[in-house]
């Protein structure tokens, strides 16, 4: 290989490994929960205990023809 090819691969390389490094990383990660604890997800949406009407389907109060 010629030394442009060379070059021009570490540069790649380390332009990849530089974006790698990068994103947003949270300030606090939650512990993981201690064995026998439910765990609350997978969950129903909308919560049917906070659910204004239950049994009948939300509308978004505009009214079609």
Same mark, same amino acid.
């Given at each position: 290989? $010629?030394?442009? =090819?060379? =070059?021009? =691969? ?10 790698? !490094?990068? !994103?947003?990383? #949270?300030? +606090?990660? %939650?512990? #993981?929960? @201690?064995?026998?604890?439910? %765990? @609350? +997800?997978?969950? $129903?949406?909308?919560?049917? %205990?906070? %659910?204004?009407?239950?049994?009948? #389907?939300? !509308?978004? !109060?505009?009214? +079609? #023809?």
């Amino acid at each position: 290989m $010629s030394s442009r =090819t060379v =070059t021009l =691969t570490i540069l790649a390389l380390a332009g990849a490994l530089a974006l790698a !490094g990068c !994103g947003k990383k #949270p300030s +606090f990660v %939650d512990s #993981p929960r @201690p064995e026998g604890q439910p %765990d @609350p +997800f997978p969950r $129903s949406y909308p919560n049917p %205990d906070l %659910d204004p009407k239950p049994g009948k #389907p939300a !509308g978004s !109060g505009v009214q +079609f #023809p």
